[in-house]
């Protein structure tokens, strides 16, 4: 564990973070969300998101959605476990999630890195994060990530069905697109771990047909504001370069700081769009701000179908069309969900389930069919 403290860890970056926000500034690639007539991003848009990899879209979720997605959050993490593992809860109640296959709540330790210099998550974090000193009044764990948006609250499945982030799959992905998986990353004020540097794709970097699209993208939606100390940190240009020796880039360097990355700072509302192969990172989080970022990914259909597992969740499961229609038919449950909720807003016609909505209404039976443990059958690759 580092001897650096975190007063000492967020003076050090200063440099490095306002050198970072000025490069961002001269990317041209954020802004409001934007479509043309045939209801795809703008050409604009997409000639900015593939040149850097990335793209910022300002305002995208309206602050009453945010709301409701804060509150139902505050609730989640009110009755996480103590620790890994654990039933109950800070106040000995019954910790949330006990139902589920899957563990809903992933804790580290405050400030740590937890996946950078090991093998987890297929070794994609080759070298380890500076590990600030926590503060000696900090829990000893505290929540890092959670699984199951669309299971765990109402308002995750909703906004997994909104129509703009959806319309964007569709114009980046074709209208055929498919889910990937989705997590929850939270950092809270002075106590939230870091993200090693990685890049997600691990299937199709030997594959004939490879390109800078290949294993999708990731949006993160941003419930607060987080500045650049606490948010993404992207290279731009790199998911067009093939896999990468991270832990040399890094090793010539000198430290992490690596001299052409950008932060995705952002405001409550706003969402980023990151292309899975480029290089990313985040840094323990020092600050006051309290980033949760809900994250949700998809795939063009060709890069899934007759492709089996690559990450640990679903290694060796082969997606074939049943298992890419029973895992895309939460979309179409999402869909309905928010159509319920939202009813004045136009729906999104997701092309896979066209004809099947009747079939795919959000009710209790649905939910306990399609949505409980939908991420047992996650399309990662």
Known sequence: ????????????LRPYIEAGEQRAAELGNRGPIE???????TPEILEAYWRTGFYVFENLIDQEEIGHLRSAMRSLLDRAPVENGATKDHLGREAFGQEFARPVYSLITPLTDPWG??????????????????????????????????????AGLRLYGHPKLLSAAASINGNDFVPYNDAIFVKQPGLGGSVAWHQDGVTHWQSSDWDEGIHGFNFQVQLY????????????????QGKLDIKQRVTDNGSELLPDAVPLHARAGDVTLVNRQALHCSFANTTTDQRISLTFGF???????????????????????????????????????????????????????????????????????????????????
């Open 225 to 240: 504001d987080t500045s650049a100390y606490s948010c993404l940190w992207v290279v731009p240009g790199t998911h067009k």
């Open 1 to 12: 564990m580092s001897t650096v403290t975190a007063d000492q860890y967020q003076r050090a």
């Open 117 to 154: 210099g090991t093998d987890k998550l297929n070794g994609r974090h080759p070298t380890q994060m500076t590990q600030p000193k926590a503060q000696s009044e900090a829990p000893k764990k505290v929540v890092f990530i959670m699984g199951g948006l669309c299971q765990i609250m109402d």
């Open 299 to 381: 795939h063009r259909r060709q890069s899934v179908l007759g492709f089996r597992g690559a990450l640990s969740e679903s290694a060796d499961a082969y997606y074939d069309e049943q298992r890419i229609d029973e895992r895309s038919q939460v979309i179409g449950v999402a869909i309905d969900a928010r159509a319920q909720f939202y009813p004045g807003e136009q729906r999104f016609n997701y092309q896979p389930m066209a004809g099947r909505e009747k079939e795919l209404r959000f009710t209790p039976e649905n939910w306990e069919k399609i949505i409980k443990n939908y991420n047992l059958k996650d399309l990662s690759i």
């Open 35 to 41: 479509f043309d007539q045939n209801g795809g991003l």
